[in-house]
Nanobody, 121 residues
Framework: QVQLVESGGGLVQAGGSLRLSCTASGRTLRYNNMGWFRQAPGKEREFVARISWASSTNDIEAVKGRFTISRDKAKNPMYLQMNSLNPEDPAVYYC???????????????WGPGTQVTVSS
């Protein structure tokens, strides 16, 4: 089993920055892909960014050039540096781990409880 906990959320002014961290326990995640998702009020949870076990990354158009996903396999496994936050970014941000399953392939199987990000204008 894997337990994930996000931290670093909070209130920031538009244009400001936050750095989210995702701490994992239970087993090593060195060979798992990991990612960040977010869910705003009244909206479905959406994918934000992903980092592979080999540290290759991809993210959605809405955050390109502003958010950076990274990981430190020796310590806290994953971060999301968020710059130039705007009124489209407030949400609960979740970290997740992708796990290979025999029938479904790679599946986002483990989730943290989320951390709230609020942006004031």
């Amino acid at each position: 089993q894997v337990q994930l906990v996000e931290s670093g959320g909070g209130l920031v002014q538009a244009g400001g920055s936050l750095r989210l961290s995702c701490t994992a326990s239970g087993r090593t995640l060195r060979y798992n892909n990991m990612g960040w998702f977010r869910q705003a009020p009244g909206k479905e949870r959406e994918f934000v960014a992903r980092i592979s076990w080999a540290s290759s990354t991809n993210d959605i158009e809405a955050v390109k050039g502003r958010f950076t996903i990274s990981r430190d396999k020796a310590k806290n496994p994953m971060y999301l540096q968020m710059n130039s936050l705007n009124p489209e970014d407030p949400a609960v941000y979740y970290c997740a781990v992708e796990v290979p399953r025999p029938l479904t392939g790679l599946t986002w199987d483990y989730w943290g409880p989320g951390t709230q990000v609020t942006v004031s204008s």
